[in-house]
């Protein structure tokens, strides 16, 4: 059975940060694109950060030189390190396995609170 687990959500104070990990179990991890998706309140879910196969990674424009995705492939782990928080930042966060329209998995999210 496949699972992806999140975890490091919270309330932090702007200008805060935060470590997000999702961990797999299930999939054959490696050979998965790893992203971060978002959804705001009221909002639709957005591309935050994806890694590749291999470790290449794309950002998206809000949150470039801010957040930093990485994985590893001996744990089957993704992290998102997330510096310099801003109230637009607050959203459920969801990890994604993607490896084609047959295997595809997402979490279930966990909640990022920014607010003074």
């Known amino acids: 059975q496949v699972q992806l687990v999140e975890s490091g959500g919270g309330l932090v104070q702007p200008g805060g940060s935060l470590r997000l990990s999702c961990a797999a179990s299930g999939i054959i991890f490696s050979a998965c694109t790893m992203p971060w998706y978002r959804q705001a309140p009221g909002k639709q879910r957005e591309l935050v950060a994806r890694i590749h196969i291999g470790g290449s990674t794309t950002y998206a424009d809000s949150v470039q030189g801010r957040f930093t995705i990485s994985r590893d492939d001996a744990k089957n782990t993704v992290d998102l390190q997330m510096n310099s928080l801003k109230p637009d930042d607050t959203a459920v966060y969801y990890c994604?396995?993607?490896?084609?329209?047959?295997?595809?998995?997402w979490g279930q999210g966990t909640q990022v609170t920014v607010s003074s």
């Open positions: 994604r396995a993607y490896r084609n329209s047959l295997n595809d998995y």
